[in-house]
């Protein structure tokens, strides 16, 4: 059984109807269980920030999110803008219309344009929406995710499909150990987590950490 289950999690609110209260919320379960950040949208990442003060958890933006279709220019704004508010990592959209296309040098270079806006000490994680594209073009996702210099490759946004073990397997291979793999989307029980983390998935997002951990708890008792 894996030690620091905890250490996986980015605790997701994603949702358009999310308030203050349960951000707010969000922020006080992560610090009780430890996570290791919490996934937001880019409205609350000052709110979200001074909720966390004097915490380790880590903040998580979001560019694109979650349609995937925007100018490049407003996902680099919305990034940019992002990290400026006080977060520490960003989970931009690749457009899932180019990757379905199979324009991978379009996307590589929508990437590498939001990460030479980037800090250096910021990780950009690239979400490929796997489940709306087939096998291929995952594949070659992740090759333009590598060139284009971000530090993971996640799933899903959770919006159109989740993921799955053979997709974490099959990034995971794609990567070659160059990029880490995110799975998000579906991930809402504790044997979800533990397989995703099996096949290679070394970050989990999910909206059912707590109830998850709780079950790791008990289990591990």
């Known amino acids: 059984m894996i030690t620091n289950l905890n250490g996986y999690f980015d605790h997701a609110l994603l949702y358009p ?4 209260g349960q951000i707010t919320r969000l922020c006080r379960e992560a610090i009780q269980y430890q996570m290791f950040g919490i996934a937001i ?3 609350w990442v000052k709110t979200a920030k001074s909720e966390l003060i004097g915490s380790d958890v880590k903040i998580i933006s979001v560019s694109g999110f979650p349609l995937s279709a925007n100018r490049t220019d407003i996902k680099v704004a919305e990034a940019v803008r992002g990290v400026e508010d006080g977060a520490d990592e960003i989970d ?3 457009n899932v219309g180019l990757l379905a296309m199979g324009e991978y040098a379009e996307v590589e270079k929508e990437i590498a344009e939001i990460r030479k806006n980037l800090p250096a000490g910021i990780l950009l994680k690239v979400i490929i929406e796997a489940p709306r594209i087939n096998e291929q073009n995952q594949i070659e996702a992740v090759k333009s995710v590598i060139n284009g210099g971000a530090q993971y490759v996640k ?3 959770g919006f159109f499909g989740g993921a799955t073990v053979e997709m974490v397997k099959r990034l995971r291979l794609a ?3 160059h990029i880490k793999v995110k799975a998000s989307g579906g991930i809402r029980t504790l044997i979800d987590a533990l397989a995703l983390i099996d096949a290679g998935a070394e970050r989990l997002g999910s909206s059912a950490s707590v109830s998850i ?3 790791y708890r008990n289990e591990t008792r």
């Open 41 to 43: 949208n880019p409205f």
């Open 213 to 215: 951990l709780e079950d």
């Open 175 to 177: 990567a070659g150990g």
């Open 155 to 157: 799933t899903a946004t």
């Open 17 to 20: 109807e999310a308030t203050r």
């Open 92 to 94: 931009m959209v690749a």
